[in-house]
């Protein structure tokens, strides 16, 4: 059974040090030696996490040379981002509702 972008996408980006990895190539391309740079972790283990990013098309590894500079590729994101709104809207709707229902409270109360 296939497992769909969305999924994929909310699964690499559950991982706190591939969230990091995206922050850092949100900034331009780098070398797995540079993003692994701020990690406490072995060049391997960094290349494993950017191999699950890289499966779910959040990043992209080009070749210059011997320099492999690894690339933010944000469609996925935007998936997400677009999967997002719709409950961002849900949960506006809800915060204006209680706004209303506290200002009719503070107006009976001021009564």
Known sequence: MAVDQLSTTFAALADPTRRAILAR????????????????????????HLKVLENAGLITRGRTA????CR?????LRQATDWLAEYRRFWEDGFDR???HLRD???GHDD
């Not at 949100?26 to 494993?48: C, D």
């Not at 933010?72 to 996925?76: F, G, I, Q, S």
């Open 72 to 76: 933010l590729e944000a469609a996925p």
């Open 105 to 107: 409270l503070q107006k």
């Open 25 to 48: 190539l949100a900034r331009g391309e780098a070398s797995v030696t540079e993003l692994a740079e701020p990690f406490a972790m072995s060049l391997p283990a960094v290349s494993k």
């Open 66 to 69: 011997q320099w492999r500079p």
């Open 98 to 100: 209680l706004d209303q």
